[in-house]
Nanobody, 123 residues
Framework: QVQLVESGGGLVEAGGSLTLSCAAS????????MGWYRQAPGKQRELVAG???????KYADFAKGRFTIWRDFSKNTVTLQMNSLKPEDTAVYFC?????????????????WGQGTQVTVSL
């Protein structure tokens, strides 16, 4: 099992910045991908940004140019720096870790989630 503890988030004015951090513990050796998702009221959860086991980052289109994600493999943390925030970025942000294990011929995969942290961007 993997436990994810998030920090950061809060209330910020439009144009401001916030930093979200997530620390993983437990079965961290099996973690492959780590990243951040968000869910706004009445909407589906969506990917914000993620980093795979090779350190390659990917971003949702809305995050490109404004958000930066990085991962510290030695500390099992993933951090999301969000700049130029907009009211439409308001959502609950969730840290995600994907664990993979098993033989090559049959790899098992499981998602783990943090409890979520609220990000509110005011006009």
């Amino acid at each position: 099992q993997v436990q994810l503890v998030e920090s950061g988030g809060g209330l910020v004015e439009a144009g401001g910045s916030l930093t979200l951090s997530c620390a993983a513990s437990g079965g961290t050796r099996s973690i492959n991908d780590m990243g951040w998702y968000r869910q706004a009221p009445g909407k589906q959860r969506e990917l914000v940004a993620g980093v795979d086991s090779d350190g390659i980052a990917k971003y949702a289109d809305f995050a490109k140019g404004r958000f930066t994600i990085w991962r510290d493999f030695s500390k099992n943390t993933v951090t999301l720096q969000m700049n130029s925030l907009k009211p439409e970025d308001t959502a609950v942000y969730f840290c995600n870790a994907v664990s993979k294990w098993g033989p090559v011929e049959r790899i098992f995969e499981k998602d783990f989630w943090g409890q979520g942290t609220q990000v509110t961007v005011s006009l």
